[in-house]
């Protein structure tokens, strides 16, 4: 109770000029240590998360992003879409705000006491690339497959084998209808099989994707333009 230890003498002295019940003194102790408890378990899943930025939506530049409905993402990040294990595609070219928005709806997870991870596309198949050398696919599949939610970026054109490719379909096949996964990508959905390979493969794919799905295309801006 690291929290109690910090405040116990500054509770001790109030308690002795306002004269609280025993009951409001040890409330008001077991009340703050709740909530410093609940701080560090945030604190905790989102350094797991491995978040590279804390983005929000209350800090996204709406304005300069028109290609975007404000009201739509806010709705999405009440978190409904994670009790139908829907998923969520951000659709756009580079710059636009996808990471940012799908990061600030991870966030919102993670602050709602669900476990999540961001990983970049590259870095997750060279995951999978290396879990075919040391067949570790069976654990890392387990790994990812737990996750509440899983935050997969910048899915683009990748140099792929297809093991890769089946190992992701696998993930994507047994997260679908338990979990819900974010992507975001510079890819439509016709373009994945030129990406992924293996046509049938990915029409199964895309099939149990966009089964329930929200697909946020954004055509708007780059944010990383120079400003004035």
Same mark, same amino acid.
């Given at each position: 109770m690291s929290r109690t230890l910090q405040i116990l003498d500054e509770e001790l002295e109030r308690a002795a000029k306002q004269g609280p019940s025993y009951a409001d003194f040890l409330a008001s102790l077991l009340r703050q240590e709740y909530h410093s408890q609940q701080d560090r378990y945030l604190e905790y899943r989102i350094r797991r998360a491995r978040l590279p930025e804390r983005w929000t939506l209350e800090t996204f530049p709406w304005k300069r992003q028109p290609g975007v409905r404000k009201a739509a993402i806010e709705q999405l990040a009440e978190l409904g879409f994670m009790s139908q294990a829907a998923n969520i595609v951000f659709v756009g070219p580079t710059g636009v705000g996808k990471t940012g928005l799908a990061s600030a +709806?991870?966030?919102k997870a993670l602050q709602a006491g669900h476990r999540g991870l961001f990983i970049k596309a590259q870095e997750l198949f060279d995951e999978m690339y290396q879990s075919l050398a040391d067949h570790s696919s069976r654990r890392l599949l387990n790994r990812l497959i737990r996750m509440d939610i899983l935050l997969v970026d910048e899915m683009g054109y990748l140099n792929l084998r297809p093991e890769q490719s089946n190992i992701f379909f696998k993930l994507m096949e047994e997260r /679908?209808?338990?979990?819900?996964? +974010?992507i975001s990508t510079n890819l439509d /959905? *016709? *373009?994945w099989y030129a990406f992924l390979g293996q046509k049938a493969m990915v029409a199964a794919l895309l099939d149990r994707l966009r089964h329930r799905c929200h697909t946020i295309r954004i055509d708007g801006p780059s944010l990383r333009d120079p400003q004035g």
């Open positions: +709806i991870l966030l /679908y209808g338990r979990k819900s996964t +974010i /959905y *016709e *373009e």
